[in-house]
């Protein structure tokens, strides 16, 4: 077990509509990453946050948006779902220029 | 030039074997290159990692060999186990905390 813990676990949704997914980081971690694993490819770095600014982000629209809050978890939301967002999506956490802690993820379906 | 290439896609070996893992990447300027292994429903955990000042590093049974000049490092697994079955993943980036690269992957399987 890596300490971070993502909710929730699945979901569903359809197409056009917003998604919340929650990340709380490993005690002592002030940094936060999200990433998108779509089915069978390595996870793709969307951004990170550290001390609730955004750190950095890779080549996703503006509709993928994040929030890190003063206990440094997390939120990633996605706005006007498209049927390829379907994908697992991975929080990682860590310190200031530490390894990556991965948690289990939130496996997102958009019908 | 971001990219890091990962081969072979799928690799079954017998219980006891060698299974080798390749990647490569194209940006010089990465620092740092770990690997990660991924169970189904699970996040990637990670395995080992390296930095380019060394050319190997061997923690258990897991060896990462790193060749800087070709721009490319592999995984080897010694004895390998059937609790090893699982998709291996390498990945590169400038730090080891911020927007790693990974590869496609590699999908094990040990056979008893």
């Known amino acids: 077990e890596t300490g971070v813990t993502q909710s929730p676990t699945h979901l569903i949704k359809t197409r056009g509509q917003q998604v919340t997914l929650r990340c709380s980081s490993q005690?002592?971690?002030?940094?936060v990453s999200w990433y998108q694993q779509a089915l069978g490819q390595g996870p793709q770095f969307i951004f990170q946050?550290?001390?609730?600014?955004?750190?950095g982000r890779g080549n996703f629209p503006p509709r993928f948006s994040g929030l890190q809050f003063p206990n440094y978890s997390s939120e990633l939301n996605v706005n006007a779902l498209e049927l390829d967002d379907s994908a697992l999506y991975l929080c990682?956490?860590?310190?200031?220029?530490?390894?990556?802690?991965f948690g289990e993820g939130s496996r997102l379906t958009v019908l | 030039q971001q990219q890091v290439k990962q081969s072979p896609q799928s690799l079954i070996v017998q219980k006891g074997g060698i299974p080798i893992i390749n990647c490569a990447y194209e940006?010089?300027?990465?620092?740092?290159f770990p690997w990660y292994q991924q169970f189904p429903g699970k996040g990637p955990a990670l395995l080992i990692a390296?930095?380019?000042?060394?050319s190997e590093k061997k923690e258990g049974r897991f060896t990462i060999s790193f060749n800087k000049s070709a721009k490319q490092f592999s995984l080897h697994i010694m004895d390998s186990q059937p609790g090893d079955s699982a998709t291996y993943f390498c990945?590169?980036?400038?730090?080891?905390?911020?927007?790693?690269?990974f590869g496609s992957g590699t999908r094990l399987l040990v056979r008893p």
């Open positions: 946050y550290y001390r609730e600014e955004e750190n």
């Open positions: 990945a590169a980036s400038l730090d080891s905390s911020y927007k790693l690269i």
């Open positions: 005690s002592g971690h002030n940094t």
């Open positions: 390296i930095r380019p000042d060394v």
């Open positions: 990682a956490s860590s310190r200031e220029r530490g390894e990556l802690f």
């Open positions: 940006n010089t300027a990465f620092d740092y």
